[in-house]
């Protein structure tokens, strides 16, 4: 069974960093797109970053681009969002999701519809 675990949510300061982890289990990456959404109390559910089956095609939101990189350690099935200079605007829950693209595909758009498998959230609060 296809599962996603979120995890490395918490409470910080503006400006700092923080690392989100989405573990997978049941699935090889090589043929789904891993992305990151968020979303903020009474906003709608906006995609942040999304890595392609290939991994080599990253995709970032215009609010983030500069500060926030994704990246995957294949050996441990895990995706990772590093996120710096972290800003208020920044707090919401954020969800892993895989989506199925096919062997090494360089998809990696960021429509919530398009992505089949859901993680629980972790909740990332950016706050003085």
């Known amino acids: 069974q296809l599962q996603l675990v979120e995890s490395g949510g918490t409470l910080v300061r503006p400006g700092e960093s923080l690392t989100l982890s989405c573990a997978t289990r049941?699935?090889?990456?090589?043929?789904?797109?891993i992305a990151w959404f968020r979303q903020a109390p009474g906003k709608e559910r906006e995609g942040v970053s999304c890595?392609?089956?290939?991994?080599?095609?990253?995709n970032y939101a215009d609010s983030v681009k500069g500060r926030f990189t994704i990246s995957r350690d294949n050996g441990r099935n895990t995706v990772h969002l590093q996120m710096n200079n972290l800003k208020p605007k920044d707090t919401g829950v954020y969800y892993c999701?895989?989506?199925?693209?096919?062997?090494?595909?360089?998809?990696?758009?960021?429509?919530?519809?398009?992505?089949?498998?859901w993680g629980q959230g972790t909740q990332v609060t950016v706050s003085s």
């Open positions: 890595l392609s089956a290939s991994g080599t095609s990253p």
């Open positions: 049941g699935f090889t990456l090589d043929y789904y797109a």
């Open positions: 999701a895989a989506g199925y693209r096919g062997f090494l595909s360089h998809l990696a758009t960021m429509i919530p519809a398009e992505f089949a498998y």
